[in-house]
């Protein structure tokens, strides 16, 4: 299968927005918001299936989109279509250097990432800047693998400081330059002859970016999207002039959060205290719904896994103290952290058509990205760089600039 490109973005585009429009009521509501979905009343059979599954089962059909969409296809009619309709090919490749062991500053998962995304760059032999870079790991491997220059801009100093000192061990052609991406001052990085590159950039960093090649026209671009909820917008406008004039919704931050979740295993220990910690705040979440009398989820601060040795009864009552909740002194603590256990394997089970349409949304805005693109006059690919298994926001854009638009 081929790359998704210029001439079918638009196709693929409406095919995905008639999918979440037609099922908003699944992918909309998040279960641990409502002791009650909006959805159960009609769907009775679905409800059934669901609260009959083990924490376990519904863990394991939360990170199989293929094995999800087979079970809910009984009940959710386009569940099979949104696996066709999310299936993006792989992007064609080239074989990379053999350096496999030459980078050891780099976690072994993420040196694979760089490794796919390098094979999957254009051949040139172009300058190449590269956008949030942090220590430009990917510069470097991009200097060593095709020995070209690297500009790679980063505005912390701390990690400014030990990418140069990693590049200069190798005496490796990258420069960098301290400076915000967010400033207007950095789009002037981005010049015509140039390759831009970013991996995994967040939010409103690869949208900046993006904005920035419109106006300064590089060669070619590779950007892998993450994070689209990392952004200072509420309501999300689309990009591209296409996806803005045929949007029949609108997506809140909490949609484009659900467009990234899910991750790649954690070790089983940091698993099962990430577990601990959502059923204590689900625990919390019933007790302050009976206490306030509302039935209303309430916000609360995020807390690091250390709290688990403070006990159950500890937590709710820092909680509570946050949240200006009176707790008396006859609470039973041990009912409502039984309850919160309950409570996780009923939302793990409740979300799951959520779930179904995660990369629906994931691809549906890459896909406005890509036309936004073209519509600057960039012949574009949408395709994936690498295994999902080596992480999930495995989406790669890939667009090269045709000239000026005849007139």
Same mark, same amino acid.
């Given at each position: 299968?081929? /790359?998704w490109?210029?001439?079918?973005?638009e196709?693929?585009?409406?095919?995905?927005?008639?999918?979440?429009?037609?099922n908003?009521? &699944?992918?909309r509501p998040? =279960?641990?918001t409502?002791?009650k979905?909006?959805?159960?009343s009609?769907?009775a059979?679905?409800?059934? $299936?669901?609260?009959?599954?083990?924490?376990p089962q519904?863990? $394991?059909?939360?990170s199989?989109?293929i094995a999800?969409?087979d079970?809910l296809s009984e &009940?959710i009619?386009?569940a099979?279509?949104?696996?066709?309709a999310?299936a993006v090919p792989?992007?064609?490749?080239?074989?990379?250097?053999?350096f496999?062991?030459a980078?050891r500053a780099?976690?072994?998962?993420?040196?694979?990432?760089?490794?796919?995304?390098?094979?999957?760059?254009?051949?040139?032999?172009n300058?190449?800047?590269?956008?949030c870079?942090?220590k430009a790991?990917?510069?470097?491997?991009?200097?060593r693998?095709? $020995?070209?220059h690297v500009t790679a801009?980063?505005w912390?100093?701390?990690l400014?400081?030990?990418g140069?000192r990693?590049a200069?061990?190798?005496?490796? /052609?990258?420069?960098?330059q301290?400076?915000?991406?967010?400033?207007a001052?950095?789009i002037?990085f981005?010049s015509?002859?140039q390759?831009?590159i970013?991996?995994h =950039?967040c939010?409103?960093?690869?949208?900046?970016?993006l904005?920035?090649c419109?106006?300064?026209?590089p060669?070619?671009i590779?950007? =892998?999207p993450?994070?689209y909820?990392?952004t200072?917008?509420?309501?999300?406008?689309p990009?591209s002039?296409?996806?803005l004039?045929?949007?029949?919704?609108y997506l809140?931050?909490d949609?484009l959060?659900?467009a990234?979740q899910?991750s *790649?295993?954690s070790?089983p220990? *940091?698993q099962?205290?990430r577990k601990?910690?959502?059923?204590?705040?689900?625990?919390?979440?019933?007790l302050?719904?009976e206490l306030?009398g509302?039935d209303e989820?309430w916000v609360?601060?995020?807390?690091?896994?250390?709290?688990? $040795?403070q006990g159950f009864? =500890? &937590?709710c009552?820092?909680l509570a103290?946050i949240?200006k909740l009176e707790?008396?002194a006859?609470?039973?603590f041990?009912?409502y952290?039984?309850a919160?256990?309950e409570?996780?394997?009923?939302?793990?089970?409740l979300?799951?058509?959520r779930?179904?349409?995660r990369?629906?949304?994931? *691809?549906?805005?890459?896909?406005?990205?890509a036309?936004?693109?073209r519509?600057?006059?960039?012949?574009?690919?949408l395709?994936?760089f690498?295994p999902r298994?080596l992480?999930p926001?495995?989406l790669l854009?890939?667009?090269r600039?045709?000239?000026?638009a005849s007139t």
């Open positions: 299968m081929l /790359p490109i210029d001439s079918e973005l196709s693929r585009w409406r095919r995905l927005h008639e999918i979440l429009q037609h908003e009521k &699944f992918w998040q =279960a641990f409502y002791l979905m909006s959805w159960e009609e769907h059979a679905l409800v059934q $299936q669901l609260r009959k599954l083990s924490l519904a863990e $394991q059909l939360a199989d989109d999800l969409a079970f &009940f009619p386009d099979i279509a949104v696996a066709q999310t792989k992007l064609s490749t080239r074989p990379v250097a053999n496999a062991n980078e780099v976690p072994g998962r993420k040196w694979q990432q760089i490794i796919e995304f390098i094979s999957a760059l254009p051949g040139n032999k300058s190449t800047l590269e956008w870079a942090g790991h990917l510069g470097r491997a991009v200097a693998a095709q $020995q070209c801009l980063e912390n100093a701390e400014i400081a030990d140069r990693l200069q061990h190798e005496n490796l /052609p990258l420069t960098f301290k400076i915000d991406v967010m400033s001052q950095a002037n981005i015509a002859e390759r831009v970013a991996l =950039a939010g409103d960093l690869h949208t900046q970016l904005r920035g419109a106006q300064r026209k060669d070619s590779a950007l =892998a993450c994070c909820h990392l200072q917008e509420h309501l999300y406008k990009l002039q296409y996806a004039q045929h949007s029949d919704f809140m931050r949609d959060r659900t990234v899910g *790649v295993t070790p220990r *940091v099962q205290q601990l910690l959502q059923a204590w705040r689900l625990g919390f979440d019933l302050q719904r306030r509302i989820y609360t601060p995020s807390f690091p896994v250390s709290v688990l $040795q009864a =500890a &937590f009552r820092q103290a949240k707790l008396s006859s609470i039973n041990s009912f952290e039984n919160g256990s409570r996780l394997r009923e939302v793990t089970a979300d799951l058509p779930l179904l349409f990369r629906a949304l994931e *691809v549906w805005l890459a896909l406005d990205r036309l936004y693109l519509e600057f006059n960039y012949a574009v690919e395709g994936v690498c298994q992480t926001r495995n854009i890939r667009a600039y045709l000239g000026l």
